[in-house]
């Protein structure tokens, strides 16, 4: 979701970490994913809070590099979880994906240095949701075999192509985590076959906060600041969700 | 047109007018018809000028948003480009109706345009940027291909559009310019046949009007207009009708005007002659009463001039003894006696000439009816008139004209009494005449008195007229009362008229009129029937 205010999603990780901590992971699949979800969150919303400094059209280096990014995104993490992820072993499956979501956090940032300092234009389309979306597919790359994680949506809601919830996606979105009886935060994991291996799939939702409807409330169809139509969307609303697979 | 009535005639001219009308009416309906079918055929072609223009736009749309959709991946510029997929699709459907063939290689070409271009998104989504470049590069190819079959179907259908707007234009114009002569024709020979049917309506009634008028006036030889078919031609029957029972009436009017008049006269001549009756019964009494009496006075004085003689006679021989101057007086006391009983025999005389002619007048005639030879008689009394005139009056001079049908039949009366009534007139005519020659006193006044007859078939007819002084207008109905006249007194007695008048009346059945000009002359016509019966008839009515 390239254009999902940053706000939103800081919040909404603020809401996923709430349950991430009052619920722990019964399995070590649930445990990744979400440490997986919480970190991705974390970059998005140091992002988010460094969005004034980075659609500063008046200040070039911005210092927001890979070095600044990732540390304040394990500042959060750790904040959020209690646990630094370097203590984490490094040949585990959830001390490699991590390291690739650190990785990833650091790549994309440096790989947008150009655009983040770039003096003379204020909005530049780095926010948190092009960062994640970003992020993303860095870490897709890194960890090809054992994970990929997407930040998806309902389909009406989705606005980058990419973005795209495929079959399953749609599927849970709509059958559970947008069903009425649904418990709010609540993730929605399962063991299903990808291209004919299990693999463990979880869909952990994000709502909208007050912040998020700047660009996705009402009055629908009005232009945001990008450009794009409002989806008419309230508070509390399921606004998205991170998609995480992990092969078996 | 005129064997028709004015209602078939307004009947026919409305139902011309109205077929005039309404086949003019069937033929612009047609051609609007056809007109509306080629404009409506133009305006379909305009449609689909509009279609092929729409799709191309919503084709452009389509091209546009799958390009923005490949740069930046926004699932809007997917749906703005499916949405204008499916517009175009729209167009293309109703387009597809004027050319399905066209259509279904714009639907080809555009199949796979889209065909390209998804895979080319796709590949795109998948950062595979150089295979999205060149299928991106052959969906163009597509594109040009749909552009340029979209652009011919507008250039054709411009093209048909154009030519059936002419065509439309070209009926219309057609069909106006028709339309205006046929109703320019209708028009004027409305303008004709209203004018034609108010000359067939207009005429009758002016003749119709002109012999209303006529009647009006009291003319009913007045012509009346030909009774026709038509309502005009009922008036005129009913006003010939109308003409022919006024006729009769004033046929009617005239004879019991005249029959009015004649019981007018009627009853003045019952009232002369009641009149004339009692007078003669008065005058009969008073003459029979004053005869004795006047004989004996006339007698006497008679007697006495032959006394008076014998004893001139007698006494001569003592007379002689006398004085000169006794002798010369006792002649003439003798002599004055003798002319005294003469002037007494004198007007004894004449007055038992009154009593006598009072006695005829009452009596009536009394002689035999014969036949008369009516111009001799009238030559014998005016030879008596004339001689009696000049035995008293020796200046006494008049002229005759005379005008004497000598065809005249002898006619039938009592030629005594006529002679009087004759003597009458010709005597009054002598006196008129002469009285005007004395007034006029040296001027060059020559008296005439002219005598006519004239045989009139049942009756004949006597004017006596003269050049004298006239009657004034208010004496005329006095004339043939007794006893009264204009002349002084001792010259008339009055009655000569009043005689005349029964006589030509009460006795001949006949009537005597009098025309007459103050100054310049008088005409009593007398006009007697020639029967008997006749003369019976009147004189009992």
Known sequence: MRFLLPRCLAASLVVASLAFAAAPPADEDTVIAQNLAEMLRDARTVVSNNQDLINNPELGDKHLNGQMVPDQT??????????????????????????????AIAAVTDDNQATINEKGTGFKGFIPAVFARLVCEDFNQRAKAEA?????????????????????EADIMKTKLLAA???????????????????????????????CLVCHGSPKGEMDVTGYPKEGGKVGDLGAAISITLYH | ?????????????????????????????????????GMVKAAGLLAGIEQADSAQIAFGEMRYWMTDLAVSQLTL?????????????????????????????????????????????????????????????????????????????????????????????????????????VVAAAVLVGILLTFLLLRTIVVPLRRLIAAMDGLNTGNVDVAIPKAGADEIGAVALTLGRFRDTLKEQNRRERELRAAHDELKATQASLIHAEKMASLGQLTAGIAHEIKNPLNFVNNFASLSVELLDELKQTARPAINALGADKRAEVDEVIDMLTGNLEKIAEHGRRADGIVKSMLAHSHGGSGERQQVDLNAL????????????????????????????????????????????????????????????????????????????????????????????????????????????????????????????????????????????????????????????????ATQA
């Open chain 1, 74 to 103: 394990l500042k959060l993490y750790q904040k959020a979880t209690g646990r630094d992820p370097a203590t984490i072993d490094p040949n585990s499956r959830q001390g490699r994906l991590l390291r690739a979501m650190m990785a």
């Open chain 1, 148 to 168: 990929e994680v997407k930040v998806t949506a309902p389909p009406e809601l989705v606005r980058n192509r990419k973005a795209r919830p495929d079959a399953w």
């Open chain 1, 181 to 211: 009886a649904w418990p709010k935060g609540q993730s929605y994991s399962a063991i299903v076959d990808v291209d004919g291996h299990p693999a463990f799939r979880i869909m952990v939702p994000e709502y909208y906060v007050g912040s």
């Open chain 2, 1 to 37: 047109m005129a064997g028709l009535t004015i209602r078939m005639r307004l009947i026919l001219l409305t139902a011309a007018g109205l077929l005039v009308l309404v086949a003019t009416n069937f033929y612009l309906t047609r051609a609007l018809g056809d007109n509306s079918a």
């Open chain 2, 77 to 181: 510029s997917e749906r703005n480009a499916q949405a204008a997929k499916a517009r175009m699709e729209q167009h293309l459907d109703k387009l597809a109706a004027w050319n399905p063939q066209r259509i279904a290689a714009v639907r080809s070409e555009l199949a796979q345009y889209d065909q390209f271009a998804d895979k080319a998104v796709d590949e795109y989504t998948n950062d595979r940027r150089v295979i999205g470049n060149s299928l991106l590069a052959q969906a163009r190819q597509h594109s040009l291909a749909v552009d340029q079959l979209l652009a011919s179907i507008v250039a054709d259908l411009t093209d048909e559009a154009v030519a059936a707007r002419q065509k439309a234009m070209a009926e219309a114009a057609a069909a106006t310019r028709l339309s205006r002569i």
């Open chain 2, 378 to 537: 009238i030559e014998e009394a005016l030879n008596l008139a004339y001689h009696g005139a000049r035995a008293q009056d020796r200046d006494f001079n008049i002229t005759f004209e005379r005008e004497l049908d000598r065809t005249l039949a002898p006619i039938e009366l009592v030629p005594q009494d006529v002679t009087r009534v004759l003597l009458n007139l010709f005597g009054n005519a002598f006196y008129a005449a002469d009285k005007r020659r004395r007034e006029a006193a040296g001027a060059a006044f020559q008296p005439v008195m002219r005598v006519a007859t004239r045989d009139l078939g049942k009756e004949v007819e006597i004017r006596v007229r003269d050049n004298g002084t006239g009657i004034p207008p208010e004496l005329r109905d006095k004339l043939f009362q007794p006893f009264f006249t204009t002349k002084p007194t001792g010259e008339g007695t009055g009655l000569g008229l009043s005689i005349s008048y029964d006589i030509v009346t009460q006795q001949h059945g006949g009537t005597i009129t009098v025309d007459s000009r103050v100054g310049e002359f008088t005409e009593f016509t007398i006009r007697l029937p020639r029967s008997r019966q006749a003369a019976t008839a």
